[in-house]
């Protein structure tokens, strides 16, 4: 019997390390929640570790965690507590592209990903747009503001997504984009990017199993929009700032 319960409690202590390896702060890999340093290298240099070691959670905490474009990789999710807030770079030049689509976070057919919690994703909208503005009238820039502003998320071709909680403000174009995405969850979320003009809160494209679900949508722009042919999508107790129910989106 005393064998028996040292093999249990092992057993247990071993499942309980793995459960715990699987969290990992964002401060342990150098990311700084000061406001002022840059973390985008640091912030991509933790998603690539945790994918690549079984994946897991990547969690920041309360501070203001200011970054340029990154990728989520199959099987990291993003875990920000409540009074932790990502914040968008102002210069045009720390976004990346993902099919002629500048954002925030991408993703490019990841499985398993996901940005949960109460904290706050900023996109920083004004500050990005006056960089844009600034390098096209220098010359810098060939593109034109609207190739250049960046969504706060644009995923493409990816599986089993999972958004909970996050409050995302301030784009600098839509919020978010999914395009060719399956098995997608959206649940009580917060949506405020009225700041600047035509700024969509959703826009789905060809995606297969969307459910959106007790969030909360105030945009300059459509708060959901399609903009070509999904299935399978369900919006349930959604409403908009006037008060309005949000319908799935045909």
Known sequence: MTKYKLFIFSLFFILTLNLSAKDYKASLFGVKSDGVTLNTGSIQYAIDYIS???????????????????????????????GAVLVGFHSVYD?????????????????????????????NGKAVLKSIKEQIQKGYLEENETQAKPALIYFDGCKNVTLNGVIMRNACSDVQVYTG?????????????????????????????????DSFFEASGEELSSAGNSKNVSVTNTINSKGNKLNATK
Not at 55 to 79: C, D, H, M
Not at 103 to 108: H, K, V
Not at 184 to 195: A, R, Y
């Open 52 to 82: 690549e070691n079984g994946g897991g959670r990547l969690i920041f905490y309360v501070g203001r965690y200011l970054t340029g474009s990154f990728y989520l990789k199959p099987n990291v999710t993003i875990q920000l507590e409540e």
């Open 95 to 123: 976004y990346f592209k993902l099919n002629d689509t500048n954002a925030l976070i991408l993703a490019d057919k990841a499985e398993n990903i996901g940005i949960t919690g109460k904290g706050v994703i900023e996109g």
């Open 181 to 213: 995405c399956s098995n997608l969850k959206i649940n009580k979320i917060t949506v405020k990017s009225s700041v600047l003009p035509e700024s969509k809160g959703l826009v789905l494209s060809d995606c297969d199993g969307f459910s959106l679900s």
